[in-house]
């Protein structure tokens, strides 16, 4: 079946850099994506990273794809106590129609210590 | 924000009754999807709809029914509420108006305490 796995927890001084990290189990998901929860509120879609890439870049964020070890991870340059939130890895494997039947993984706690 | 509403946003109901949770979007997107949120489980999928009265079933149907009868409104009923049905449950849509079916939005959450 399919499964997505990060690790639970994360905490990192403001300032420094945090990278959260995600494996995936189906090599053939088109898309990969990070969405942050922030307490009491839904997701908010972060990036996504098409799977014929290797790394995208989006201000502070960038999300390295590495398809060969089904590994993602996420690089939140600066870390704002702002940034103190779960973040979750998706993917989206094919469907067979145009719908996109996200597979998340069970969140990593990102906490930001002044 | 990609105007999605749900409704009820908590509601604390008992063993056995029935429950109907309202996902609303004002954006006239095709692809709307119900999903259940848990400790340790991350998000799970319900249902999802591709069109008016056109859904399928996702990783965690049982126990769950849905209706699209208008592109705006797309309808989860818990026939009978049990207490594993618990949960947090998220409406989503997948933006279409670029494209871009792949990006997908969520409502604010509707918080569900069965006793």
């Known amino acids: 079946g399919e499964d997505v796995e990060q690790s639970l927890f994360l905490s990192v001084r403001e300032g420094d850099s945090s990278v959260i990290n995600c494996t995936y189990t189906?090599?053939?998901?088109?898309?990969l994506y990070w969405y942050k929860q922030e307490p009491g509120a839904g997701l908010q879609l972060l990036t996504y990273i098409f799977s014929n890439m290797d790394m995208k870049q989006d201000q502070r964020l960038t999300v390295l794809l590495n398809k060969k070890d089904k590994h993602l991870s996420l690089r939140i340059a600066d870390t704002q106590t702002g940034d103190s939130a779960i973040y979750f890895c998706?993917?989206?494997?094919?469907?067979?129609?145009?719908?996109?039947?996200?597979?998340f993984g069970s969140g990593t706690r990102l906490l930001v210590r002044p | 924000d990609a105007g999605i509403t749900q409704s009820p946003r908590h509601k604390v109901t008992e063993t056995g009754t029935p429950v109907t949770l309202r996902c609303h979007q004002t954006e006239n997107h095709r692809y709307m999807y119900w999903y259940r949120q848990d400790p340790g489980h991350g998000l799970r999928l319900i249902h999802y709809s591709y069109g008016v009265k056109d859904t399928d079933k996702g990783e965690v149907s049982d126990g769950y029914s849905v209706s699209r009868s208008k592109t705006e409104d797309f309808l989860l009923t818990l026939e009978s509420a049990t207490s594993s049905q618990t949960s947090v449950y998220f409406c989503?849509?997948?933006?279409?108006?670029?494209?871009?079916?792949?990006?997908?939005?969520f409502g604010p959450g509707t918080r569900l305490t069965v006793t």
């Open positions: 998706a993917e989206s494997p094919p469907t067979g129609d145009s719908s996109y039947k996200l597979i």
């Open positions: 189906d090599s053939s998901s088109t898309y």
């Open positions: 989503a849509i997948s933006e279409e108006t670029s494209g871009n079916t792949y990006e997908q939005y």
